[in-house]
């Protein structure tokens, strides 16, 4: 089983303060280039994996989204995305990415958010994923940058010249990855894009965009505390799609 760090109190409780958690999609800086990246949802049936506090399926089912299912591995996140939803059409129910069975063929979107560098095995996640698309079905998803999500620590250092640096140590070597990040021992995968890139195209999927997120000058205006997100990507997001069948 996968490790379940969102319930250890401490990570929950350091996870809850940051500007996405209080805030939902306005407090996430990819959110924009990851919408920009949705079909229209107007009766898609949509599934969100690794769906946190809900935020995501709270807004697929005001976007018109005809089903919404969200799976996380966390009571905690569980608990806040239900009462996030409560007046919703949004079901919510645990599980472990790492092995369930995500349906057969019954959604049209599949949805996930900094979720799949926590997943060891990302060919049986995209198995998975397309057993349970519909022919010509969307996944869009981000993960942890592997510039970043190599790292053992997220922290920058300072070079002799005063500049900031991020120690990427051991690039090529893929895999789990002990991280310090809000708690101490936070298992992550690190996979390079060349090999997140080869597991959706051998599961089938035909890539429609890959973008490097980068905060822009707008962003930056707004938010000055981004600076450091222009010095190395944090997040890599895909859309992908199922071809469907020619019709007769
Ligand atoms: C960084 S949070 C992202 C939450 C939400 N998708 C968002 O973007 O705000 C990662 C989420 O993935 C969930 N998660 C991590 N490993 C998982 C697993 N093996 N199975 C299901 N969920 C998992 C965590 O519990 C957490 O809610």
Known sequence: MAQNI????????GYSQFPRSREGLAGAAEWPSLRAMLPPLSGLRVLDLGCGFGYFAQWAAKAGAAEVVGLDLSENMLDVARR????????????????????DGAYDLVFSSLAVHYLADFDSFCARVRAALVPGGSLVFSMEHPVFAARATPDFVTDAEGRMVGAVLDYLREGERLTNWIADGVVKHHRLI?????????????LDHVEEWAATDADIA??????KERYQPMFLLFSAHLSAPASA
Do not use: K
């Open 222 to 227: 707004q938010h000055p505390e981004w600076e």
């Open 6 to 13: 969102y319930d250890d109190a401490q990570f929950f409780d």
């Open 194 to 206: 060349s090999t997140t890139i080869n597991s959706l195209i051998a599961a089938g999927f035909v």
């Open 84 to 103: 996030n939803c409560a007046d919703l059409p949004v079901r919510f129910a645990r599980a472990d990415l790492e092995t369930a069975a995500l349906g």
